[in-house]
């Protein structure tokens, strides 16, 4: 597996700021997260054998609060580091002014976040039907079986590649985030071949450390909660709840940085096809009214 491990370390330097200020805010997710399984363990032993379907109870809304509040938080203050860490990666000469600038240059783009998720919605649904229509003539070939997994791997990587192309657009200068968002696709879908297979090996390269993520925490907090008398589903989920906070804080901007360093180079210097940003303008109708509604 061939990875731009250095590209991608250069790219996240140039938003360093923001990736530690993300860090920590996931960090201390975490720690809350092992003060509230704390708390359910707590009502476990103190229950008892006799209680244990009250302290399930207080597991599931445990659980439902935590998940909740990080939908809270992603509706009202993520989302709009994530704009800044990718306008951050774009490289634009605004960005080393560093993050309050880069958070008050994306707000031109997203006002809301209702504008942030119509953006990246119109954004995976174009990867996806490109895909789906650049796959119809290979599946005719003899390798069927190895192209329908490539195209698999394709519709599964759309989600950090269109944050990549999203870096892209930021890199067009324009204020009209219609306008730069076309123009970043028309870019990918001309000249990102290389792009698109990084992509791939990013996708394996998250997977696998939300894998050892979770296997490093899984089994220390199997034996731990096995030797204490505590429910072992109890650890298994608090390994899972940890091993995505951790993974979100430090495996995701390093994909991302490496997603968007790899599109960056490869389109620098090329210039979008009009009639391909007319044809996109057709695919993706979000992306022709999201300056109708910024506006």
């Not at 109870?57 to 580091?81: C, D, E, K, N, P």
């Amino acid at each position: 597996m061939t990875i731009n491990f250095r590209e991608a370390l250069a790219t996240l330097s140039r938003a360093l700021p923001a990736v530690l200020f993300r860090a920590g805010i996931f960090v201390a997710g975490g720690f809350m997260v092992i003060i509230l399984f704390g708390m359910v363990l707590f009502a476990f032993r103190l229950a008892g054998s006799s209680g244990r379907a009250v302290a399930i109870g207080i597991t599931v809304m445990a659980v439902l609060g935590w998940l909740g509040s990080i939908l809270v938080l992603q509706r009202f203050f993520l989302y709009r580091h994530r704009a800044a860490l990718l306008f951050l990666f774009s490289g634009c000469p605004t960005a080393a002014l560093g993050l309050p600038a880069a958070i008050q240059e994306t707000r031109l783009f997203f006002p809301d976040h209702s504008r942030w998720a119509v953006l990246n919605r119109g954004l995976r649904r174009a990867l996806s039907v490109f895909y789906r229509v650049d796959g119809e003539s290979s599946l005719r070939s003899a390798a069927d079986a190895d192209m329908r997994f490539s195209r698999t791997l394709d519709l599964l990587a759309s989600g950090p590649l269109s944050q990549a192309i999203l870096s892209l657009a930021f890199s067009r200068g324009n204020t009209d985030p219609g306008r730069s968002a076309r123009e970043a696709l028309a870019l990918y879908f001309r000249h990102g071949l290389e792009s698109r297979r990084l992509a791939r090996q990013w996708l394996w390269f998250s997977a696998a450390g939300l894998a050892l993520l979770f296997l490093c925490l899984a089994l220390p907090n199997w034996f731990f909660f096995r030797s204490a008398g505590a429910p072992v589903g109890i650890g298994i989920i608090l390994a899972a709840a940890i091993a995505w906070l951790l993974h979100q804080a430090f495996v995701i901007p390093f994909v991302l940085a490496g997603m968007s360093g790899a599109l960056l180079a490869e389109t620098r210097g090329k210039t979008p096809d009009p009639d391909l940003c007319i044809k996109i303008d057709s695919l993706v109708p979000a992306l022709a009214l999201l300056n109708e509604k910024t506006n």
